[in-house]
């Protein structure tokens, strides 16, 4: 019977995760828990870069040039996360543009979006272009390590770092963690992913997680701790700056 319970408490926060996480519609009738959702998100990251190589291999076998397909994967990248991250990357640069530090979260607070928050946003859809419109080879490989330790990165500063709000739309990540089971639980999947897909993901893999590690203590160094926002951000940069590093590994192996 505990057993029973365990299984259905799982099944309903990870439906909680993905109802969270993407757009992707659920059934009224299903009871849904967001209380540990975010353990789930590098799960969620790897169903979201499947589903997003899957479409890779459609656009390939209808002959979609690179870069026109490269643009379809990252705006249906977009549409399926609803763009929940994307707004964060917005949010922080236009508080990280406020010169005086204690200032910065009200200026993440305010609905308006700044210049700087629509460069960063450029920037990084630019980069996920760039970069898989580079990639000849493995670009599902590339898709699936992107999104699974992007997420990754969000669990490692829920964990690592203060939450700089009292209400904030992230606050219940940071209640609802456990650490280091949750940590270990997404790294310990996207590790074991990045192994069986190809030999290359073994030094990817690592790589990857260092670069989630340096996104989300850069972002604590300039705000102090994290918010909503913040855990967006570290996502899409993250999602970013490992497209990149695929398409220079690959270039150069």
Not at 176 to 200: E, K, Q
Request: with cysteine; charged share 15%; proline share 3%.
């Amino acid at each position: 019977m505990k057993r029973f319970k365990l299984l259905k408490e799982l099944v309903q926060s990870f439906l909680g995760a993905i109802s969270f996480y993407t757009i992707v519609p659920l059934p009224d009738s299903w009871v849904i828990d967001f209380r540990r959702i975010a353990r789930w998100s590098p799960l969620v990251g790897l169903i979201l870069g499947a589903i997003l190589s899957l479409l890779n291999y459609l656009l390939g076998e209808i002959d979609c040039p690179r870069l026109l397909a490269s643009v379809f994967i990252v705006a249906f990248w977009l549409f399926l996360t609803g763009g929940l991250h994307l707004d964060g990357v917005i949010d922080t640069a236009d508080g990280l543009a406020v010169l005086q530090r204690e200032r910065r979260l009200e200026a993440m607070q305010d609905s308006r979006v700044g210049a700087f928050g629509v460069m960063a946003c450029l920037v990084v859809l630019l980069f996920k272009i760039a970069a898989l419109a580079d990639l000849e080879n493995h670009r599902g490989l590339a898709l699936i390590l992107a999104a699974g330790w992007g997420r990754w990165g969000q669990v490692l500063a829920i964990a690592l770092y203060p939450y700089l709000r009292e209400n904030g739309k992230g606050a219940f990540h940071k209640k609802f963690l456990r650490v280091p089971g949750d940590i270990i639980l997404g790294f310990s999947c996207l590790l074991l992913v990045s192994g069986l897909a190809a030999p290359s993901g073994l030094i990817l893999g690592p790589l990857a997680g260092l670069i989630t590690y340096l996104i989300g203590w850069w972002f604590f160094k300039q705000l102090g701790g994290h918010t909503g926002d913040t855990y967006g951000a570290v996502v899409e940069w993250t999602e970013a700056i490992v497209l990149s590093c695929c398409s220079l590994f690959i270039h150069y192996s």
